[in-house]
């Protein structure tokens, strides 16, 4: 354990700065080897006389300062690793730096980098200060101005955020230009782009008649894939316009795609930077699944520029009020793109996968932490995911129209400043007279509440008596929770095909079919009146609240809520709660030695699904799919890895030996039709045709393998191509190594593809797949030092819950030792990286050992960075 541990900052410590900058001037030589950056800020004391300013500096080499045009004195500075102190201040003043630093040497991809010979920045959530000496902090608003200039030849493309004000050649091969972005910013909105760079553009016209240019910058050659991204793109400036009343602001918007990035995108103001992942895409290069991320993440990135750009945040611990707020609004965009109720199963499989996870674990914290190491840990599922769910629940309660009145409130309050999760729940209060006082608690506490669901009927006086409790459990650093105000969306199925409308003891007026309870108290009880018959209860509808649902019913009734419920995210639910009993329960006595038997009435009832398969492609893909083996790891104390890829295994064998001859037919019936489409109805058509091959070839005989390698071979394009090898992926046949080998070779210049290709392999059942991933780190496509090579590598390997998790730890020390070495190159992604290991406490004893031995041999490592320290002492502690 190191001695010198980091120092947490604590969101009651915060204070505002004593000074202000409100306008900079930068001026960029750059050069990768030595990029020389002077910048000219207009500085105001706004706080004690006698106060010093302290700038913020990382990795800066100072060669000049001047205050008011004069040298300053060494007695009135300081300089250390970390910041730039002056004193002896006037109250208003210019300050000019002249600092350098070495974008090709910064591995870490935070600041000013180089990324196959492109400059770019990442300034979120501290990467300013690794630029320039200033106040890096989210409440400091000021009006940049940027001038760049570099070699013309090698960077034609100079680009940064606002409008273009001033271009032109300078002596020596040189040229620059000069960008104005007129609207306030915080430091980490600041971009720069420097490169040889194609582009395609296009045009929007707002609202109010203004024209806007819109360009997306691609890699030479790149630029056919990026069309999707600039419809997505025209898309949502449309959707935000008419569902929130939000219209775009400059007179051009600007996207780049750039190889290395630590995350998905940044919503620089209107200069967005874009993994390359999430932005390119052409039918033979990417998946249904990327399409429907670019279109998510271009418009998650756009939406930004009022939640997030024009409405900034006060400090980091307000992170969610612009990332939930914006989750929320792009997971509503792609609803409207798309099906809603589909996309509401695939958010809530991700929330439950990772949020509900980091929630039971030692990472768990509220959606508002109280405190941090390193900011960069908390870009979570439950900043982003959860906290989302947060202003869904916000929306549930005040209705939409109480929403759009709040977030209109919210917007002519707020804009221009930099604000608290506090003051956006006040917009809710005092837009529809409601208390908030115990919502506010869902910021606040740590936790995924459990409801629990008791209903009693009456058949004599036609009475149904709801009992609703809630429990939410211990979590690091809160022993104690209080009641949370929950919107419980619920419904009843009647036995018979009717509705039943839910009218309370004491309403006068007939209620509808489907209503909203406000649960508050610990235990609370709702009678409804003239119920006719004893219904079946369906309880916490489109998922209204981020909880655990429990329910007592029986195998059939689950069963006929999966037929007949009308709310189609709890028809799936029910269908995942039976697939879940039943293999837990088959995990369970693998583990005692008798071999797993699936259960009849839910293969009956996937047989149900597969009568009406073809009314909704999608969604029927979604019914048919039991709950992976990560989800049901949750469910099993101790986890068995291996019990529980055999029980799911058997149950999907048996659901296939139940249901072979549909699953064939259906197969035949969604083959290729015409060209390929992009559109949420063909690929639910694809989505459907590949669950159905994963059943066709569940037997995993001469015969599958036949029919996954015709799948693949036949595919015209990427997302059947991935469904073919994914289906020869599990087998240990002949046709999958020339089925990789084959695809290797065609998509061998294309380092996304190839990812996909790594992944894959990353995630076999087949017991060598450990010795595949140490040999796939020695290929010449993966990069330790690209975030995008190592996710689709080690992030998929440590996603693989079977191989992973192999009892002798071999998979344990494959990630470990990944996590070791990248925290010397890229600490922000080592330390996302060993989350893997957040849930050890669920498994073994042996296991647990083992990946304790893992965090351990890394908190002992030399010069570990405060990153990587804060979640492996949270994790093993
Ligand atoms: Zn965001």
């Known amino acids: 354990m190191r001695t010198d541990e980091p120092r947490a900052i604590n969101l009651k410590d915060y204070r505002a700065p004593d000074f202000r900058i409100d306008t900079i001037a930068l001026d960029f030589a750059l050069d990768p080897d030595a990029t020389r950056v002077a910048a000219k800020m207009h500085v105001k004391r706004t706080g004690a006389k006698d106060a010093a300013l302290v700038l913020t500096g990382e990795k800066l080499k100072l060669l000049g300062l001047r205050v008011n045009n004069a040298d300053v004195s060494p007695a009135n500075y300081k300089v250390d690793d970390e910041t730039l102190t002056l004193s002896g201040l006037p109250d208003e003043f210019t300050l000019d730096t002249l600092t350098e630093i070495v ?75 000069a960008w104005h972005d007129p609207f306030p910013k915080p430091s980490y909105l600041f971009a720069l782009v420097a490169g040889d760079l194609g582009h395609i553009e296009d045009r929007f016209t707002t609202m109010s008649g203004r024209k806007v240019d819109l360009r997306i910058y691609v890699e030479h050659g790149n630029e056919p894939r990026a069309t999707y991204a600039m419809d997505s793109l025209k898309r949502a400036m449309k959707w935000d316009e008419e569902a929130y009343g939000r219209e775009y602001d400059l007179d051009i918007f600007m996207i780049v795609a750039v190889s290395a990035f630590n995350f998905g995108a940044m919503e620089n103001k209107g200069l967005n930077i874009f993994n390359d992942k999430v932005l390119l895409a052409s039918p033979d290069t990417a ?28 400090d980091w611990f307000q992170l969610s009020l612009k990332e939930g707020l914006t989750v929320f609004r792009d997971q509503n965009f792609s609803a409207d793109m798309r099906s809603r109720g589909v996309k509401r199963i695939e958010d809530v499989k991700v929330l439950r996968m990772r949020q509900f996870q980091e929630d039971a674990g030692p990472l768990a914290h509220p959606v508002q932490p109280q405190s941090y190491i390193t900011i960069d840990n908390f870009y979570t599922a439950t900043v982003y995911e959860k906290g989302s769910e947060v202003i869904g629940m916000l929306n549930t309660l005040v209705g939409p129209e109480g929403y759009r009145k709040a977030t209109d409130l919210y917007f002519a309050r707020h804009d221009g400043q930099a604000v608290t999760i506090e003051d956006w ?32 009927y009456d058949a004599v006086t036609k009475k149904y008596a709801l009992t609703l409790k809630q429990s939410l459990p211990s979590t690091p650093g809160q022993p104690d929770k209080r009641p949370m105000h929950i919107p419980v969306r619920m419904g009843f199925v009647a036995k018979s095909a009717r509705g039943i409308p839910l009218t309370l003891e004491g309403e006068n007026a007939i209620g509808l079919e489907e209503r909203v309870l406000e649960l508050t108290e610990a235990e609370q009880r709702f009678v409804f009146v003239d119920v006719p ?33 009308a709310d189609p995210f709890n028809r799936w639910e029910a269908g995942q709660a039976l ?25 009956d009832a996937i047989g149900e699904v597969l009568a009406k398969a073809e009314a909704d492609h999608a969604f029927a893909a979604e019914m048919l799919m039991p709950p992976s083996e990560g989800e049901l790891a949750l469910k099993m104390q101790p986890a068995d890895p291996v019990a529980i890829h055999d029980a799911r295994n058997a149950l999907i064998t048996a659901i296939a030996a139940a249901h072979g001859e549909t699953f064939r037919t259906l197969y035949d019936k969604l083959g290729p039709a015409g060209t390929f489409t992009p559109d949420a109805a063909s690929a639910g058509r694809r989505r459907l045709r590949n669950v159905c091959l994963r059943y066709v070839t569940a037997a995993e005989t001469e015969d599958s393998a036949r029919i996954a390698d015709r799948h693949y071979r036949s595919a015209t394009n990427m997302t059947d191509m991935i469904a073919g090898l994914a289906a020869l992926v599990r087998m240990d046949r002949p046709e999958r190594d020339a089925a990789f080998v084959h695809f290797h070779d065609r998509f061998a210049d294309n380092p996304l593809v190839l990812d996909k290709w790594m992944s894959l392999q990353a995630s076999s059942p087949l017991p060598e797949t450990i010795a595949t991933v140490r040999k796939l780190m020695t290929h010449p496509a993966y990069d330790i030092k690209n975030p995008n090579r190592v996710r689709a590598l080690i ?20 990630v470990g030792d990944v996590v070791r070495a990248l925290d010397s190159i890229n600490p922000m992604v080592a330390a996302r990286m060993a989350a893997a290991f957040e849930n050890w406490r669920r498994y073994d004893d042996k296991r647990q050992a083992l990946m304790r031995g893992e965090l351990e041999t890394t908190l002992k490592k ?16």
């Open 103 to 177: 974008p090709a040497a910064n591995t870490t991809l935070e600041g000013l980098y180089v990324s196959k010979g492109i400059f770019c920045t990442q300034c979120e959530a501290e990467g300013f200060r690794r630029i320039t000496y200033y106040l890096d902090r989210p409440d400091n608003l000021a009006v940049f101005t940027t001038r760049i200039e570099a070699d013309k030849g090698k960077y034609p493309v100079l680009l940064s955020n606002g409008n273009l004000i001033k271009s032109g050649d300078l002596d020596g091969g040189r040229h620059f230009a």
């Open 287 to 314: 998946t249904d699944d990327d399409y429907a991320r670019i279109e998510g993440v271009v418009a998650h990135e756009y939406f930004h520029n009022w939640t997030g750009d024009r409405i900034t945040c006060r």
């Open 425 to 456: 729940v006040k917009c809710f209060e005092d837009a529809n007279g409601r208390d908030l006082s115990q919502f506010r608690l869902w910021y606040r506490q740590s936790g995924t509440p459990t409801i629990r669901a008791e209903g009693a």
């Open 533 to 565: 018959e004893e219904p079946l209860l369906s309880i916490g509808r489109g998922f209204s609240a981020p909880a655990h649902f429990e329910v007592k019913a029986s195998a059939a009734d689950r069963a006929a809520l999966m037929a007949r419920d």
């Open 579 to 603: 697939a879940t009993n039943v293999l837990i329960e088959m995990a369970e006595t693998e583990h005692s030695g008798i071999a797993p038997r699936a259960d009849a009435i839910y293969v």
């Open 795 to 814: 992030g998929a390997f440590s996603a693989n819950h079977l191989r992973f998790h192999e009892a002798d730890g071999s998979g344990y020390a494959t």
């Open 862 to 877: 030399p010069g570990l960075s405060s990153n990587l320290f804060e979640v492996a002492s949270k994790m093993s502690g």
